[in-house]
DNA sequence: TTTATAACCTAGTGGTTAACTAGGTATTGG
DNA sequence: CCAATACCTAGTTAACCACTAGGTTATAAA
């Protein structure tokens, strides 16, 4: 799993459609401008995304992009994994020779919280960070140690 | 939060620690072998780990090193910030003039996604991971779509 | 006291990628 | 037709990852 600015960038982005979701199609200039991303990288971005059928594209004049599907069916881990593809991340991964138990641990455990991770985020939907709604007040001030509700279900069960 | 290559190096190399505590220092030649990091590589991640208090040095021949605490209380969060520095990710983060507040909402939602992400990384300990035990088989072979028990409490409160 | 072992430190390096720029082509509503 | 928009490809700059090289301390063992 990887989790860097361009995944967030992504998320964003897809977050800023979400929100405006039955409102017609959102133009990428419309989102460059709100989010100030480069028009150009959006494109990048988006091509991605559209690969994986989580955005669809309108051309021409009054065009723009839709949700390729219903908000609640799209996933961080989806978004994620459209535009930072997944890294393999053993060396032996199953295939190779890996010859004393101890290495084997490490990765097992390590591919275990990867999996644990990406299920997190996987279960994660785009509808749900928006169903929370009015989260924090009006102004643009980020608290960080505000105590949370349930943001995230407990389940964790919706692997992509 | 960024979640990178450098960040699971650092998670398996603690790992590799944590699994031989109280066993006497360890050296970093043996997590450099048993792991296939470069030695000196490690030895910039173990200055970023020492720095945040999360291993101790031993100098000296027979030295090597400690965990700079309980295995219970060192979150996967604490190993990856440690060395995966933390990058900001609001451009407006609570100081700069954000007119729109629709720029604002995606902001927050996304700051409230990267504090879930954090706080699920920093609720789990390497303690945890190894309490676990023998997860998987013996063997090398990394199954994917295994069903997992619990592997993570779910309170999720202990927010590094 | 010497010596080998290990941590500890600093500077560089090649390759990859992120983020962006530039310049197109294709499609379609007015 | 024309303008707006998606869609496409090839660069470019800077950052960063993973590593190499070559040190300096500190200390247990000889």
Request: net charge neutral; proline share 0%.
């Given at each position: 799993m990887r989790l860097s600015t361009k995944g967030r960038y992504a998320v964003t982005a897809m977050l800023d459609l979400a929100l405006q979701d039955g409102d017609g199609p959102v133009t990428l200039a419309e989102i460059s401008e709100t989010q100030g991303i480069s028009l150009s990288y959006l494109e990048q971005l988006f091509a991605c995304l559209r690969g994986k059928k989580l955005v669809r594209g309108v051309r021409g004049p009054g065009g723009g992009y839709y949700l390729g599907r219903p908000s609640k069916e799209i996933s961080i881990a989806d978004i994620i994994c459209a535009v930072d593809e997944w890294v393999e991340f053993?060396?032996?991964?199953?295939?190779k020779d890996c010859k004393d138990g101890k290495r084997c641990l490490t990765h097992n455990l390590w591919d275990d919280l990867s999996n644990e991770i990406f299920n997190f985020l996987g279960s994660i939907t785009l509808a749900q960070l928006i169903d929370?709604?009015?989260?924090?007040?009006?102004?643009?001030?980020?608290?960080?140690q505000t105590p949370k509700g349930d943001l995230i279900s407990s389940s964790r069960t919706q692997a992509a």
């Open positions: 053993t060396r032996c991964g199953g295939k929370r709604g009015g989260l924090k007040e009006e102004g643009c001030i980020a608290e960080d």
